[in-house]
């Protein structure tokens, strides 16, 4: 029964490291004013010739798009290409993966809280939660991911489309053919690792100081 209650806390571990980092992209997915916020800064309106609500409506139709709540792809006033539009469909893909990702790890830890409160918790490893352990390999990950991009921003962008977007070269957008491109700046992107980054932070320092003592 020990090593049972053992082997929960160690599945456990990439269940909440899974659940805080896809739960750390929502935020930048679902909150569309951290756009409009950014429209101004970036030139967005300069770059494409769209007036800020168009640019704000096109950008609405791509996310809606990604986000699985319309079944065509649309970038408001803006034309685009088949190709251009074959890679939001990828990008669907992964938007709706994280969302099922969040979804599934959320469900077998409330299962494991459910199961346990009543009794006695999860076996600490090492005398540490596992959470702490999932913070901790989450930090890395971060520092080295981090240590790249500040480094070379562009070289990590192109990198994490080779990761994820294996064998495809329809990330890289003509903005004659596909304007789109325009309403989304590197810049943008680079905003948007930034509060990722923060986010999955913040969760980790939580999960880090309240799972490194041994309860009494």
Not at 60 to 75: E, I, S
Not at 115 to 132: K, N, Q, V
Request: aromatic share 12%; charged share 15%.
């Amino acid at each position: 029964m020990k090593e049972a209650k053992r082997l929960w806390s160690w599945l456990a571990i990439p269940c909440i490291a899974l659940a805080v980092l896809t739960g750390s992209i929502l935020p930048v997915l679902l909150v569309r004013g951290f756009y409009t916020v950014q429209i101004g800064p970036l030139g967005i309106c300069e770059a494409s010739g769209l007036t800020r609500q168009q640019a704000a409506e096109a950008f609405g139709d791509v996310m809606d798009y990604c986000m699985g709540r319309r079944p065509d792809f649309a970038a408001g006033v803006l034309p685009f290409s088949a190709e251009g539009a074959s890679h939001f469909a990828d990008v669907r893909v992964l938007f709706i993966l994280d969302l099922a990702v969040l979804a599934v790890t959320l469900l077998f830890l409330l299962g494991l809280w459910i199961a346990y409160r009543r009794r006695t918790a999860l076996p600490r490893l090492a005398g540490r939660t596992p959470g702490f352990w999932a913070a901790c390999g989450l930090c890395g990950i971060i520092l080295i991911v981090a240590a790249l991009a500040v480094t070379d921003f562009s070289r990590a962008f192109a990198i994490f489309h080779g990761v994820f977007f294996p064998g495809k070269e329809n990330w890289l957008f003509d903005p004659a053919t596909d304007p789109v491109i325009l309403l989304l700046p590197e810049e943008f992107f680079r905003n948007c690792a930034i509060a990722i980054a923060a986010s999955l932070l913040l969760l980790c320092l939580v999960l880090a100081l309240t799972g490194r003592k041994q309860k009494k």
